[in-house]
């Protein structure tokens, strides 16, 4: 049985739409390779469905006209899953406050990335200061939980209220803002497969659980080659042999062929037998570091390369809840970030797709101040970090540390709404389109 999976809270019915059930065939056949879910997308609505209407913003109130959005821009979200410690991504050195509630945990200074007098950049980060970066201080929500299903859920969904209630996940908002039609417009790479935050109304989302997913379409391996084969003729079967078959059965057909051709644009686009450029795709994934997150990220410069109207890209990155033995972790995983990012973008600069993609993170909350042994507690206000055509440097407003709140937190000085609100602006979208609320992009980020 398939694990493809509908997972928008609509009631289930005997006759879905041929658009519905094509999108859910070629989900279907991608899935044989590793796990994918079809997370949303449909040209008309389920009956009696509970999604909020298109026509209207989640706050009740009639959506603003769309800004045209600038053509090709894309959106790379990398999820730092567990909950990233913002006080040792970007550490204030000069604190002697932090040093008396961390002191074994805190960098020499001079190992740091100093940006000014007060701040410096995790030293695993160098690569990525100097490509530049910016970093949104004081990120969080000011009624946040501390517990991770809480967070996660709020963070997807982009609950900037605890009284919000949504069905679609703001990234997936986001991309019903931006769908044209295109066969696909967010993905999801890694984790279980399955993200919430791309569930969307009618733009066809999609998650797979590793970069590698149909990874036999595309091996020289004699039986998978026959494999393939097979698929391509299920596919592309003859007008007559078309001809008198259902809507359905033509609509999985055409699945299955769009299976395989998805397959190739994880693999690189590479046409069969042309030696030189499989050597170059070779070359280019060999730029990447040997992680799961530099894997993830060469399959996302794939598609983004193919230009197949794919607009935003989700990408997990786990690890983060450093309850022990957090500063050596915490190192390297901010040394796997930098890694695969700066081959990321020195691979997109060399198909001038880097001034068309906004590189963003996300982490469903920060940690405490004070330290628990070897590491630290579920906190409050994180950082949040941001490569591309950005403004480099600080930006928001650092929390305090001598008014922490009763939980012994720090508290949020820019809260996610605005940080979503300022991703938003990148494709020009209105923040009131896809959060409620008055959320305000952070001025002076984006160049």
């Known amino acids: 049985m398939s694990d493809t999976q509908n997972t928008h809270d609509f009631p289930k019915s005997r006759h879905p739409s041929r658009r519905r059930f094509l999108l859910g065939a070629g989900a279907t056949a991608t899935a044989i390779g590793g796990g994918a879910y079809l997370l949303g997308g449909s040209a008309e609505r389920w009956p009696d469905a509970v999604a909020p209407s298109s026509s209207e913003s989640p706050s009740g109130a009639p959506k603003k006209p769309l800004t ?82 809480e967070m996660e859920n709020r963070w997807a969904y982009g609950m900037t209220s605890s009284a919000d ?53 595309r091996s020289e391996d004699a039986w998978y080659q026959q494999y393939r084969r097979s698929v391509l003729a299920m596919g592309n079967g003859s007008a007559s042999e078309t001809a008198g078959n259902s809507a359905l059965t033509a609509s999985a057909r055409l699945g299955a062929a769009q299976a395989v ?42 598609l983004l390369r193919a230009d197949a109207g794919l607009r935003v890209v989700q990408v997990s990155h786990g690890g ?34 880097d001034r068309s993609t906004l590189i963003a993170t996300t982490s469903e909350f920060g940690r405490r ?37 009763n939980e012994d937190n720090l508290s949020p000085t820019v809260g996610m709404s605005d940080y979503y609100a300022t991703l938003a602006s990148w494709f020009g979208v209105d923040a009131s389109n896809v959060l409620s609320g008055n959320a305000t992009p952070i001025e002076g980020v984006i160049a």
């Open 68 to 149: 045209p959005v600038p053509e090709g821009r894309t959106l790379v979200v990398i999820d730092l899953n567990g909950g990233n410690d913002g006080l040792a991504t970007l550490e204030p050195y000069g604190s002697g406050r932090l040093r008396s509630l961390r002191e074994n945990m805190m960098h020499d200074p001079e190992d740091l990335v100093v940006l000014d007098d007060e701040m410096g950049l995790n030293p695993s980060l160098a690569g990525l200061h100097q490509q530049g970066l910016a970093v949104i201080e004081g990120v969080g929500l000011t009624d946040g939980g501390l517990s991770h299903f």
């Open 369 to 405: 101040p004070r330290s628990s042994g070897s590491g630290t507690d579920h906190g409050n206000a994180s950082v949040a970090m941001l490569a591309g055509p950005i403004v480099a440097g600080r930006h928001g407003e650092s929390p305090s540390l001598t008014k922490l709140d």
């Open 165 to 217: 209630d949504y069905s679609t996940g703001f990234l997936g908002r986001l991309c019903d803002e931006l769908d044209v039609g295109a066969p696909l417009t967010g993905l999801a790479i890694g984790g279980s497969g399955y993200s919430r935050a791309l569930l969307a109304n009618k733009a066809v989302t999609a998650g797979l659980r590793n970069a590698e997913a149909g990874w036999y379409f």
């Open 320 to 353: 983060f809840d450093t309850h022990d033995d957090q500063p050596g972790s915490h190192d390297y995983l901010m040394m796997e970030l930098n890694d695969a990012l700066v081959a990321f973008r020195n691979d997109l600069a060399n198909t001038d797709l």
């Open 261 to 302: 051709e998805f397959a190739d644009m994880l693999g690189g686009l590479v046409p069969d037998g042309d030696e030189a450029a499989e050597a170059a795709e070779q070359e280019r994934r060999e730029t990447y570091p040997g992680t799961e997150l530099g894997q993830k990220l060469a399959a996302t410069a794939s």
